[in-house]
Structures are given as C-alpha cells and as structure tokens.
C-alpha cells in the first residue's frame, strides 16, 4: 500500500491548560477527498493549522508527502494549496494583484489556470478585495488555493459565504479536481457537502477523533425510518426485534428506526392493515447528531 499524503500519529495541540486536540491519528490517501466533520470549536481548525505548522504542535507527529511537518514545512507549502476558515488579504490591492501577487511568491506566472478559474466561479478581478462580499472574498480564496496545480489542497469550510448555486459549481470541480488525480483534506460541519462529494469521512469532537468510515459505509450504518398508519391498533412490543427502534407510538400511528432486519420489519407489518407507509434512509446529518447525541454532545 502506497504511503499516505497526510500521516498523523497522537497529535496533541494544548493551549495552557485547554485542550485543542489529543491523540489524533489520521491518514489522508493520495487521489481522495476526505471530509474532517464536527461542529464549531471541536478542533477541525487546529488540526489544520497545527499539520501545516502554523501553530506549533504539543505532541504527536505529522508527516505529508512523507516529510516532517516541522522540519520540512516549505517544502510541503510548496506542493500545498491551502483555503483558511477566514481568507483576508489586502483590501486596497484588486482581485488580480492579491492573486498575481500569489503566484509570483510560489515562482509562477499564469499558465491560464488563474483566469480559467476566475472565470468558472464569477469572480471579478478587478474589484478591490476590501469591496467584496463574504461570498466573493471566499472565491478568492478557493482560486489561489487551486491555481498553482498543488498535488494536496488543504481547506477549512470552504463553502462558507458560498450561494447555493456556487456550492454546486465547486462541488463539480472538486470531483473533476479528484479525477485528475488531486488529494483533498476539507473540513466542514455542513454534512449534505461532505456527503455529496467525499470519499471518506473522520468526526472529531471536543478535540478526539470518534470515527473515520468511507461514506459508502457510514451511509450502511446510518439506518432507516420507517412511518405508518395502521388501519388499527397495533401493540409496538410487536417490532421488540435486534436493530429496531419505535421512537414514536399513539398505537395506529407509529415511527421505526431500523439499523438492521428491515426484512424482518417488514414482514411484521404485512400482518397488519396499513393504511399508508412511509421508508427513508437518514441523511448523514441525521446520522451526525444522532452519533454525538449518544456520546452525550
């Protein structure tokens, strides 16, 4: 098996006496998008930071490309576009300076990927950065990080100040990004984007990883809810089975959340008189909460 892009071995990040992330260990593989899941202040944003050496680390160690995030950090930067949860630049300089500005600092001029994508997500480059929205600012942010062709493209929220038909387009170009071979390290607390366009996933809370499970999998666990009317009443000691679940009962009205033996579930309900059924599997933001609500989140 080939080396991972990102290794991550008991990263431990404290500030004084708080505790920023414990014990971490995490791989991100070469050609995938691995989605990095938790809400606000669970440690998404440190462990960024602390990978990139941004921050310095308390313990543990981190490896990309199979160099010491440390010790070898511009070589790493070099082949390494990166999008912050909050891209600022120069406000007074226009869109075009701040990205020119950019590649001249990577050594590059424009091979016309700049203006390809500058194009593709609406972004005016003549505007002055302190004029934009917080939609447009973002833009910004996602063309520098692509525009040097970095074999690794690590970002934090990147739809955040995104319109909705914006998400879509960056969605798109993220799997046309993956099919050309790219490594992609995003985090998000949004769980529709992670499981439209990821391939794997990692939930971290309160600074500890909980989970990491390929999408295809975690979609297997996530279970179903199964609604029905019953033309009359029917005792809920009745679906007492492995896997199921009645959350909720007036006897001819009931709600089933089943995680397996959905067969056997329904083979149950045949016997009675239904009126009307309903099945759908949980979105993963379903299975989000539900996953942090057990631990007590």
Do not use: W
């Not at 006897?251 to 067969?263: E, P, S, T």
């Not at 309900?269 to 949980?282: D, G, P, R």
């Amino acid at each position: 098996m080939k080396e991972p892009v990102i290794s991550i071995r008991g990263l431990t990040k404290n500030y004084g006496d708080v505790v920023g992330i414990k014990d971490l260990d995490l791989d991100v593989q070469a050609g995938e998008i691995m989605g990095f899941l938790g809400p606000n202040g669970s440690g998404k944003t440190t462990t960024i930071r602390t990978c990139l050496d941004l921050i310095m680390k308390t313990a543990g160690e981190v490896r990309i490309f199979g160099l010491d995030s440390h010790e070898d950090s511009v070589d790493i930067r070099r082949r390494t576009g990166y999008l912050p949860g909050d891209f600022g630049m120069f406000p007074a300089l226009t869109v075009e300076s701040i990205l020119r500005y950019l590649l001249a600092l990577n050594g590059q001029d424009d091979d016309g990927t700049m203006l390809s994508l500058a194009e593709r997500f609406d972004l005016d480059m003549d505007k002055k950065f302190g004029t934009l929205s917080r939609g447009n600012r973002q833009k910004v942010g996602i063309v520098q990080a692509f525009m040097t062709d970095q074999d690794l493209v690590i970002m934090d929220e990147p739809t955040s100040g995104l319109d909705p038909l914006m998400q879509q387009r960056f969605y798109e170009f993220l799997r046309e990004e993956k099919a050309r071979g790219k490594t992609i390290f995003m985090s998000s607390h949004i769980m529709a984007e992670v499981e439209r366009v990821c391939d794997r996933v990692a939930i971290i809370r309160e600074g500890r990883l909980e989970l990491v499970e390929s999408i295809d999998v975690l979609k297997e666990k996530m279970g179903k809810r199964l609604e029905i009317e019953f033309g009359d009443t029917v005792d809920a000691s009745v679906f007492d089975i492995e896997g199921v679940e009645v959350s909720e009962t007036d006897g001819r009205n009931m709600a089933l959340v089943i995680i397996k033996n959905l067969d056997e579930v329904v083979k149950l309900v045949a016997e009675h008189n239904v009126v009307n059924m309903s099945l759908e599997t949980f979105s993963l933001d379903q299975f989000f909460m539900t996953y942090y609500s057990r631990r007590g989140a």
